[in-house]
Structures are given as structure tokens and as C-alpha cells.
């Protein structure tokens, strides 16, 4: 009992001591409120990035997606069997009808294409962004409707989509929240369908999409092997692993290439998790900035570092009297302590309010096409990391600094008249490492943001192909007719004759230099691969088959963008245009090497052989991306129930929007005209996330050059303090200002040039682990790692300049009377 008695009374001494230090830790930190706001501050830098990019990477990687047991979510990518490597595509529906029957790994296995529909039921036309799902859709993600029901394997066999489901958003926004909508009428591309449920808010698998439909399997088109449209996710049953799946996938796919071999050769499939298809591609940038945010904040670390040992040699003399008075090294080293954990403490809250700023500024600074982004939020999860880092800071900057004062020596403490002198000589050291290791850090950054500021200029001017001035862009979508037969390819003609009349009338329009239409614009993301064959020449094997992309095209068109016409000539547009041809220059390069392409015939597989005779050659355009190579084009002539306006103004676009959008109402009031967008706003948006990364480490290598220059400032300052008796002996004895501002810069810019040779080092291996980011820029630029040495010294120079032309104006008598 007596003991246990004193185990209490101990920790509440122990307590008490601590309540005490942290008292006198608040009273001792108020004396010098400058200091304290200075290290806060810098603190707050650093944590408040650690902070925003933390809760990013955590919001983006590692909170998982919004559906029950997220991680039994798989995603199936198509695959080339021969070499196993994955490549994004889609799948043909067969192929997944099998891949249903045959796989016995999942719980549920759901394929959907992204489509959209117009929905004219009341009101205004308006294009809905929707989803044909197969049964099993939404039981695959465990959601169950809010009202009604969802689509069953019934519904698949149906030729037109007879139901729909609506999502939240749309049943709010266009139905007004009518719990009675279940069982009504709406009018969906042009057919009458029925409302069958309505989804929870929240749910808009894909995302964005606020309508889903039965996928129609009994459509000819769904039929074919050749045709790959469809993405397939499933549900993993119980104890089943990824690995395992995918061994059963590659087993199922093997056996479907034997029997399928005109189609399926070669082909085979990789299951992967859902969170990462969806976010894979982000990783290695959240990555990035992650490591660039710990460098800025341990550089943060280094500067009140600095400041803390600069105050503790200011200390020696009340340290020593403490310790000279009974005090134990502990005891002090506590108290010190205490205080570093204060200013971590006060760092980490201004931080978060700072990292509240910073995400507001990321939500507007990252484009549309970086997934998840618009999810992330300051949780409970991040600000317990904000804490963790508070004290782990507080500790990374403090206990080095409070082990030196906690230990003075207290003869040379108490004798001596300045405070601080000898102990801050004997510190000198450890300031210029710290200076060094600042200066590495933020070499580190800088070039690595060179190597990224220099590959995105080269992608910025790669030539796409076209002109992208002027452009003004739209989609148009007619409406379906219920008549219609799906398993016709070619447009009706009706649809041409529509087409062909909103042509004329935008041509006709004031200030518009050129109008035309295309299936699909280039850099937006949508590619339309086809095999074909050409006449005459002997037949290959399946894997041999040659592909190219394939758009359909108004002659207009090419003179909007500017895409030049090199051979022959533009399609006609009467009905034997649509027997004829334009090829890209690579499609005549790679396929008729020194023949000439016109007059060539070609089969092109649009799941029945559709022959038509090359009449012309245009320039290559670069339809997925800036960084890739031009691909093989065949443009036909525009038909279809879709199509992008593609309008070039004489001078500014301002106003062409609506003027066009009268003249599609004008022909039919019920086509919605939607994704209106400048061209110009499309090709800056396909680089929308190198632009991302770019800007954000250049935001924090700016950073981190800002606290190293302050770092190397606060350490000559204190230097020149230190090395005033010295400074002003060698005054006396005749030296000139000339000589001290050598002395003074010189030892400056030695550390400053080691940190630099150091960083240089590091950053030559950040170069090679970013080299995939990089384009037509090598990992050991000579441009970046010459600029960057450049820039640090003159920091180093200007941050030692102004501490050295103090120290030149030390007057002899002062200096040695301070002694």
C-alpha cells in the first residue's frame, strides 16, 4: 500500500511538473513574441502543405471507395496473351456473356457502356449522361435502389431498353423529388420507357452518370466478338483472391481464343482492383508531391532549428544558474522540451487552417480528368496526422537544440558577460550543416520542378495537327427513332439530311470562316480503333491484322481545323461519298511506302466489311495525346446519330455559341447541343495533369527556396553576432571591408556550394525515378541542373550579403570592448 501510495503521489508531482512546464514554457515564449510568431510560422508552411497533400493522398489512395466490402471490387482489362501486359480498351459483350457463365470467382460480374440519351419528356430536351448496365450492375456494387427496383437479366433480352433507373440528381432536378414517379412514362431518344427505380444520392457509377439502362444483348451489333465497347467490373466471392481470379480469367480467355480465333486470338484478360483502375495513374504524382511537401517541412525543421539553438545560447546564463542551483540535466531538458512542443503545437493549427486554403485552392487549380479529387475532405483521419506530425516535428527540431543547452558548461556560462558567446561558437558547426542540408533539400526540389517545367513546355509545343484559334466545338445528338434498326451501321437518311443542313447554316452564320462536323474530336479521349484489309493484297493472320484509328468527317471540317488536304481530294458528300476515303500521311506512309495511296481499296470491319477507295491524303492530327506518335487515320464521311460541331470564327468565338445552338433548335427543338468548349480549351485540358504536378512542386520547390534563403540569412546573421570580437580584432590589425565581406560571404558560400553538390547528387536520382513523367527532356537535363546550381548560389550570395555588409561596418573599439 505504502508503495502504491507513492507510485501516486510521484505522478502527480510528475503531473504537476508537466502543467508547469508547459505554464512556464506559454510565459517564457511570450517574452519574445517575434521569435515565436517566426518559428510558428515557418512551422506552419511546412505542415500546413504536409496537411493538404496528406489528406489528397489519403482522400484519393487510401480511403476506400464509397461501396460496401470496396475492396472485393475488381476491374477486368483487356490484355495481349502473348505478353500478358494490360492496355486500356474494352471488352465485346459475347466475351463477357461467356466470361459470365464460365467463371465461378465472383460474386457478381456487371459490364456497362457509357453512352448518352436524350430525355424529352417535359420541357427543354436534355442530354443525360447514361449507363447501359447488364444484370447484376448494381447488386455488383451492393447498392439497392432508393425507390423501386433495378434492371434483371429479363431486361437484357429485350431488343429496346423498356425501363430506366434514374440516379438522385436527376430525379430531384427534373422530376422534383415525385415519389410517384416509379411506373411512369418518360420519352428517352424519342421512346416511350418506364421509370423502374430510382437510385440513393451518392451512387453515379460511372461517374458522372445519371441515368442507367438494361444493355440490350439482342441487338446485332452486341453480338459481334470483334466489337470491344463494353467494361466489365465484378464482385469477389468470399476468400477469393485477386490472384486467383485472374489465373481462372487467363484460363477462361485461352479457351475462348481456341474456339474464337478470328476474333479472340490473342486476346486475354488482367483482374485488378477497382481503386486502382480508378486511381492507378494519380499514384506516382501523389507520391511525388508527398516527398516534396517532407522536404519543405524538414527544411522547415533546419530553420527553427537554427532559431531555437540561436535562442538557447541566449539562455546559457539562466540555463547554467538552474542547473548551478540544483536543476537536473533532465529537469531542463524536459523544459526545453516542453516549450518545442508548444510551437509544434501552435505550427500544426495554424497549419490546418492554412491546408483549408491550400485544398480550396487545389479544387480549382486540378482539371476534371484527375479522378477522385472532388472527394477529398480535412477528416478526422488527417488532422490525427497533422497531431502526429506536430509532435514528431516538435521533437525533429527541438531535442537536438535542448540537449545542447540542458548540458552548458557552467563556469564558461556564468563568467562570461555576453550571453551566449561561446556556447554559439561551439554551435557553429552544426548551423552550417544545417545550411547545407537546407540547400540540398531544396536543389532537390528546384530540379525536379525544372524537369517537369521543361517536359510540359515541350508538350505545350508539340503541333496537334491543327490550328486550335478561333475553334468553337459542340456536341449534337439526334434522338434515336424507335423504328430505327440497330443493326444497321450506316446512318439513316434522315440523319444525313440533317447533318448536312445544320452544315450549311452554320457556314452561312456572320464571322464563321469555316463549319463541319466529325464523329470524334482529337485529344478528347475518345478513340475508335478499326481492323481492315486492303484489296489486293495477300491475307494476314489474325494477330497480324493491321488496325487504324477511324473517325467520320464533313469535308468542312478539315478547312475548320486547318488540317491540310496533301493528295486527292475531300470526299464528296452526295451518296457516293459514302464509298469513298481520306487517309492520314502515316496511314499512306505505313501501309503504301512509296506507292501511291489513291485509288486503293480498303475493307474496313465496321462488324461487316465496308468497302470503300482512297481519294485523298491530309495531315496527321494527334487523336489520344501530345506525347504520343501520330497514329494511321481513315476518315469517312460523317453519319450517325452523333457529331461534333466543329465551327472556325474569322475572329473571336464570343457569341458563335448561341447563334449555332439557334440554328440546331431551328432544324429540330427537341436535339440538345451540349459540351460547348473552345478548341483551344480542349488542348490545354489534355494536359491538364502534367500542368497539375508541374505547378504544385514548383509551388513547394519555390517554397523550399524561400525558407533555405531565410535559413541562410538567420545563420550569417547569427554568425556575424558570434564573430564580432573577431571581426573587429582583424579591423584593428588593418584588414579592409574588401577582406571581412570575403571572410564573412566566403565561409556562407561554402556550405551553401556543398549542399548544392549534395543536391545535385539526389536530384540525379529523383531524375530517373520521374523519368516516366518526362517528355523529350532527359532525367540529367543540362538546362535544369545548370540552372539550378545558378539560382542557388545567387540566393546563397544575396542571403549572406546583407549579414557581411553588417559585419564590414564593426567598429574596432566597439568590438573589442564588448569583451
Not at 525 to 552: C, K, M, Y
Not at 596 to 606: T, V
Not at 634 to 658: D, F, K, N
Request: contains cysteine; hydrophobic residues 45%; charged residues 20%.
Amino acid at each position: 500500500m505504502h508503495y502504491i501510495a507513492m507510485r501516486v503521489v510521484t505522478r502527480r508531482i510528475e503531473g504537476l511538473g508537466l502543467v508547469h512546464d508547459v505554464r512556464y514554457g506559454v510565459r517564457s515564449l511570450a517574452k519574445s513574441p517575434g521569435l515565436t510568431a517566426v518559428i510558428v510560422l515557418t512551422l506552419a508552411l511546412g505542415m500546413g502543405a504536409n496537411t493538404a497533400v496528406f489528406s489528397v493522398f489519403h482522400g484519393v489512395l487510401l480511403n476506400p471507395l464509397p461501396y460496401p466490402d470496396a475492396a472485393s471490387l475488381v476491374w477486368l482489362w483487356p490484355a495481349n496473351a502473348r505478353t500478358g501486359q494490360s492496355y486500356p480498351g474494352a471488352l465485346s459483350a459475347p466475351d463477357f456473356l461467356d466470361y459470365r457463365r464460365q467463371s465461378t470467382v465472383f460474386e457478381h460480374l456487371a459490364a456497362f457502356l457509357q453512352v448518352n440519351v436524350t430525355l424529352s419528356d417535359s420541357g427543354e430536351a436534355e442530354r443525360v449522361p447514361t449507363a447501359a448496365v447488364s444484370s447484376d450492375f448494381f447488386e455488383t456494387f451492393g447498392v439497392q435502389p432508393q425507390l423501386g427496383r433495378v434492371n434483371v437479366q429479363d431486361d437484357e433480352r429485350k431488343g429496346w431498353p423498356q425501363i430506366a433507373v434514374l440516379s438522385h440528381g436527376l430525379w430531384s432536378r427534373r422530376f422534383s423529388g415525385d415519389p410517384q414517379v416509379v411506373g411512369k412514362s418518360v420519352v428517352i431518344d424519342g421512346k416511350s420507357v418506364t421509370v423502374a427505380g430510382v437510385m440513393p444520392a451518392g451512387f453515379e457509377f460511372p461517374k458522372g452518370t445519371e441515368l442507367w439502362q438494361p444493355a440490350p444483348f439482342g441487338y446485332v451489333e452486341l453480338q459481334v466478338r470483334r466489337f470491344h465497347f463494353l467494361h466489365v467490373v465484378g464482385r469477389l466471392k468470399p476468400g477469393i483472391s485477386m490472384e486467383r481470379a485472374d489465373t481462372q480469367m487467363k484460363s477462361i480467355c485461352a479457351n475462348l481464343a481456341r474456339i474464337y480465333p478470328n476474333s479472340d486470338a490473342d486476346s486475354s484478360t488482367q483482374v485488378v482492383g477497382l481503386l486502382d483502375r480508378t486511381v492507378g495513374a494519380l499514384r506516382p504524382t501523389l507520391r511525388l508531391l508527398m516527398a516534396a511537401v517532407c522536404f519543405v517541412l524538414l527544411i522547415a525543421c533546419a530553420n527553427v532549428a537554427h532559431l531555437l539553438l540561436a535562442r538557447a545560447a541566449a539562455r546559457q546564463k539562466e540555463i547554467a544558474i538552474r542547473c548551478s542551483l540544483g536543476a537536473s540535466t533532465g529537469r531542463v531538458l524536459r523544459q526545453l522540451l516542453a516549450e518545442s512542443l508548444l510551437l509544434a503545437a501552435m505550427g500544426g493549427l495554424l497549419g490546418c487552417v492554412l491546408a483549408v486554403w491550400e485544398l480550396r485552392a487545389l479544387t480549382l487549380l486540378h482539371p476534371a480528368n484527375l479522378p477522385r479529387l472532388d472527394e477529398v475532405r480535412l477528416s478526422a483521419r488527417v488532422f490525427a496526422f497533422t497531431a502526429g506530425l506536430s509532435m514528431v516535428t516538435g521533437l525533429l527540431f527541438g531535442l537536438i537544440p535542448a540537449r545542447r543547452a540542458a548540458r552548458p558548461n557552467l563556469t564558461e556560462a556564468l563568467k562570461s558577460s555576453r550571453q551566449g558567446g561561446s556556447a554559439g561558437r561551439g554551435h557553429q558547426r552544426f548551423h552550417n550543416a544545417l545550411v547545407a542540408a537546407e540547400v540540398a533539400f531544396a536543389v532537390v526540389l528546384l530540379a525536379g520542378a525544372a524537369l517537369l517545367l521543361r517536359s510540359l513546355q515541350r508538350l505545350e509545343n508539340v503541333n496537334p495537327g491543327f490550328d486550335t484559334r478561333n475553334v468553337l466545338t459542340m456536341r449534337v445528338e439526334l434522338p434515336m427513332s424507335p423504328a430505327a434498326d440497330a443493326s444497321e451501321h450506316r446512318a439513316a437518311p434522315r440523319e444525313h439530311e440533317f447533318f448536312r443542313e445544320l452544315a450549311a447554316r452554320l457556314q452561312a452564320l456572320p464571322g464563321v470562316e469555316s463549319a463541319g462536323l466529325v464523329s470524334e474530336l482529337p485529344l478528347s479521349g475518345q478513340g475508335n480503333g478499326r481492323w481492315f484489309t486492303i484489296d489486293g493484297h495477300p491475307p494476314l493472320s489474325v494477330d497480324a491484322r493491321p488496325t487504324a484509328e477511324d473517325r467520320a468527317a464533313s469535308t468542312g471540317y478539315f478547312r475548320a481545323m486547318h488540317i491540310p488536304l496533301l493528295k486527292g481530294r475531300y470526299l464528296r458528300e452526295d451518296a457516293a461519298g459514302g464509298h469513298e476515303v481520306l487517309v492520314s500521311r502515316s496511314f499512306a506512309d505505313t501501309y503504301f511506302p512509296g506507292q501511291d495511296p489513291l485509288g486503293q481499296r480498303l475493307a474496313i470491319d465496321h462488324g461487316h466489311p465496308f468497302h470503300c477507295e482512297i481519294v485523298g491524303v491530309v495531315g496527321d492530327v494527334l487523336h489520344r495525346s501530345l506525347a504520343e506518335n501520330p497514329r494511321p487515320t481513315l476518315y469517312t464521311r460523317e453519319a450517325g446519330l452523333r457529331s461534333v460541331v466543329v465551327i472556325r470564327a474569322r475572329a473571336s468565338i464570343l457569341g458563335m455559341a448561341l447563334a449555332a445552338k439557334k440554328q440546331v433548335q431551328a432544324l429540330d427543338a427537341g436535339v440538345p447541343v451540349f459540351d460547348v468548349h473552345s478548341l483551344g480549351d480542349l488542348v490545354s485540358d489534355s494536359v491538364g495533369p502534367q500542368r497539375f504536378r508541374t505547378v504544385l512542386l514548383g509551388v513547394f520547390a519555390a517554397l523550399a527556396l524561400l525558407l533555405a534563403a531565410a535559413g541562410i540569412y538567420g545563420v550569417m546573421s547569427y554568425s556575424v553576432s558570434l564573430r564580432t570580437h573577431e571581426l573587429g580584432i582583424r579591423a584593428a590589425l588593418g584588414a579592409s571591408r574588401a577582406d571581412l565581406m570575403k571572410a564573412v560571404v566566403g565561409r556562407s558560400m561554402f556550405w551553401t556550394l556543398a549542399g548544392v553538390a549534395i543536391g545535385l547528387a539526389a536530384a540525379l536520382g529523383l531524375g530517373r525515378l520521374i523519368q516516366g513523367m518526362l517528355f523529350e527532356v532527359r532525367p540529367a537535363d543540362s538546362v535544369s541542373f545548370l540552372a539550378v546550381p545558378a539560382i542557388l548560389a545567387a540566393v546563397g550570395f544575396l542571403a549572406s550579403y546583407l549579414p557581411a555588409r553588417r559585419a564590414t561596418r564593426v567598429d574596432a573599439a566597439v568590438a573589442l570592448r564588448c569583451e
